[in-house]
């Protein structure tokens, strides 16, 4: 079955260090593959997302993802956090219309 | 900006009751989703629809069942409510032009049976 795993559940930061949460995915050929976003008292939002092409994949606020086909790996970036990056993070992949989601990971920057 | 709307934010039922829980998109999407988010499970798939009338099973379909007459609104239906789908609800829903796109979330639904 097509899963998503998230391995850091919990990731605590200062402001300015850098960022790297890893996702990986069990799926054999085309793969679509997302990052997700769900800051305190609001809805889940769309980070980036990659379907082909580049596998450098830049989104919203600062954040970048790379596809790593060999290593099943799509991890996100960000070489700068900010307080207000405070959130949980969801990795998410799948093909048609189907997505699994990973179980996320809460992340918190200290001032 | 697309919008989707659930009927409720926080929901309080007894143990047996009969739970409807409403979701509204204003974007003409063909699909629409129901999961149910736990504190580190992450996001779990009820059940998908693709469109009016119809329904896909999604992860964990036990317990719960779905309806969708109008192409914006996707209901998910608690027949008989148990202490164990004490959980937050969310809706999506997406389109399918392109092939696999982005889904739009609701706020959720935060659902206690007592």
């Known amino acids: 079955a097509q899963s998503v795993s998230q391995h850091n559940h919990h990731v605590i930061l200062s402001e300015a260090a850098s960022l790297e949460l890893g996702c990986n995915y069990s799926?054999?050929?085309?793969?679509?593959l997302f990052w997700y976003v769900q800051y305190p008292g609001q809805h889940l939002q769309l980070l980036l997302k990659?379907?082909?092409?580049?596998?450098l994949v830049k989104g919203i606020k600062g954040f970048e993802a790379e596809f790593i086909k060999s290593k099943f790996s799509f991890n996100l970036r960000k070489p700068s956090v900010q307080w207000s990056d405070t959130a949980e993070y969801f990795c998410?992949?799948?093909?048609?219309?189907?997505?699994?989601f990973g179980t996320g990971t809460k992340l918190q920057v200290i001032p | 900006d697309v919008k989707v709307t659930q009927s409720s934010r926080y929901l309080v039922k007894r143990t047996g009751e009969k739970v409807f829980l409403e979701c509204v998109q204003d974007?003409?999407?063909?699909?629409m989703f129901w999961y149910r988010q736990d504190p580190g499970l992450g996001l779990r798939l009820i059940y998908f629809?693709?469109?009016?009338?119809?329904?896909e099973k999604g992860d964990i379909p036990e317990g719960y069942s779905v309806s969708r007459e109008k192409k914006e609104r996707f209901s998910l239906i608690l027949e008989s409510a148990s202490t164990n789908q004490t959980s937050m609800y969310l809706c999506?829903?997406?389109?399918?032009?392109?092939?696999?796109?982005?889904?739009?979330f609701g706020p959720g639904t935060r659902l206690t049976v007592l």
């Open positions: 629809s693709y469109d009016v009338k119809m329904k």
């Open positions: 990659y379907f082909s092409g580049d596998p």
């Open positions: 799926y054999g050929g085309t793969v679509n």
């Open positions: 974007m003409d999407h063909e699909n």
């Open positions: 999506a829903s997406s389109t399918t032009s392109g092939g696999l796109n982005e889904q739009f």
């Open positions: 998410a992949g799948g093909r048609y219309q189907k997505v699994t």
